[in-house]
Each structure stands twice: as C-alpha cells, then as structure tokens.
C-alpha cells in the first residue's frame, strides 16, 4: 500500500555533506511525523531528525545545528540535508512516516563517513 524508498548515501570525507531523499508512494492519510533514524552495528536505532506536519522540527542533540529536514509535498519526498559529518555519523539511515494508523519504514541507505 504505502512503500518509502531511501537514497543519497554514500562514502564521504569528514567535513563534507551529503543529501537523503525519502521518496513515498501509495495512499497516505493523516501524517503526523516524518523522520530520519539511523542505525549503527551492534546499536539501537536513533532518532536524527523529525517534523510534523504542520512544518515543526526536532533534531537529534548530536546532529542540531548540521542537519535539516525538509519535505517536497508535490514530490511526495522529505530529505535529509547532512553538513559537517563526522566519522561518528557512519549508519544506515532510515527514513519514517507516522500516520494515524501505521507506522511505515524505508530500507534504509548506507552513510559512511571517513576521517
């Protein structure tokens, strides 16, 4: 019904930045939140960056002030954009919509940040 499909990672140096897009498709009602998680190895998933739907933002305490989440509604896409990454942001990165009744999940693209 719904499918969220993740792209935009990549290897790039420490200091550098990089562009998620979260594209969606199928029938989606009533969003309350999109977000960005990641997941190391061997650790728990993380929330990054969320919104609501009204545009409101929450960020990650080690992300705030280097990442922005954004949303294209005519594009049915929201992206991540990632500036001063660190070798400590190396995960793969899920994007997240949260409706009101389903929770719905992408793949998920890797991130690695070299030193």
């Known amino acids: 019904q719904v499918q969220l499909v993740e792209s935009g990672g990549g290897l790039v140096q420490a200091g550098g930045s990089l562009r998620l897009s979260c594209a969606a498709s199928?029938?989606?009602?009533?969003?309350?939140?999109m977000g960005w998680y990641r997941q190391a190895p061997g650790k728990q998933r993380e929330l990054v960056a969320s919104m609501t739907w009204r545009g409101s933002t929450n960020y990650g305490d080690s992300v705030k002030g280097r990442f922005t989440i954004s949303r294209d509604n005519a594009k049915n896409t929201v992206y991540l954009q990632m500036n001063s990454l660190k070798p400590e942001d190396t995960a793969v990165y899920y994007c997240?919509?949260?409706?009101?009744?389903?929770?719905?999940w992408g793949q998920g693209t890797q991130v690695t940040v070299s030193s």
């Open positions: 997240n919509l949260h409706t009101s009744l389903n929770d719905y």
């Open positions: 199928g029938i989606i009602f009533s969003i309350n939140t």
